[in-house]
């Protein structure tokens, strides 16, 4: 029986969560970019945690997790591709806020576009679309 379970695969059911690094003592802007500018609800961090700074954010069914990276460099290419229902709301939003919109080729079906967090993290935003008749 042993030798069954070591010759099977894991079964992936999604993501449960991102970690996006920040650098220390920024959480307060973090709340203001991913909770009150993208409006994502902060969730509490474990007890356990919490010493180590940072927050935490729900994201649809998953989680964005804002960790606190002493030598912190921000990520160019790495980056989330974060969902939408309404991309062009958004990225006026963004626009409003002084945020600057990366336009990219759209990929078959996803209307999209990229910017940066306060951190000079990369963010791409999508949203599903509908092919024209």
Request: include cysteine.
């Given at each position: 029986?042993?030798?069954?379970?070591?010759?099977?695969k894991?079964?992936?059911?999604?993501?449960?969560?991102?970690?996006?690094?920040?650098?220390p003592?920024?959480?307060?802007?973090?709340?203001?970019?991913?909770?009150?500018?993208?409006?994502?609800?902060?969730?509490?961090?474990?007890?356990?945690?919490?010493?180590?700074?940072?927050?935490?954010?729900?994201?649809?069914?998953q989680?964005?997790?804002?960790g606190?990276?002493?030598?912190?460099?921000p990520?160019?290419?790495?980056?989330?591709?974060?969902?939408?229902?309404?991309?062009?709301?958004?990225?006026?939003?963004l626009?409003?806020a002084?945020?600057?919109?990366?336009?990219?080729?759209?990929i078959?079906?996803?209307?999209?576009?990229?910017?940066?967090?306060?951190?000079g993290?990369?963010?791409?935003?999508?949203?599903?679309?509908?092919?024209?008749?």
């Amino acid at each position: 029986m042993k030798g069954d379970v070591m010759t099977m695969k894991p079964l992936f059911k999604g993501i449960d969560h991102i970690q996006i690094a920040a650098p220390p003592g920024s959480e307060e802007q973090a709340r203001a970019f991913y909770g009150m500018l993208l409006g994502m609800q902060e969730i509490e961090k474990p007890e356990n945690l919490k010493a180590r700074g940072g927050c935490w954010f729900q994201c649809g069914a998953q989680e964005v997790h804002i960790g606190i990276q002493p030598d912190f460099v921000p990520a160019k290419k790495a980056h989330p591709g974060f969902t939408v229902d309404s991309l062009i709301v958004l990225k006026r939003q963004l626009e409003d806020a002084g945020y600057l919109i990366s336009e990219e080729p759209p990929i078959a079906g996803r209307a999209r576009f990229f910017t940066h967090d306060p951190f000079g993290n990369r963010i791409e935003f999508l949203e599903y679309v509908k092919p024209s008749c």
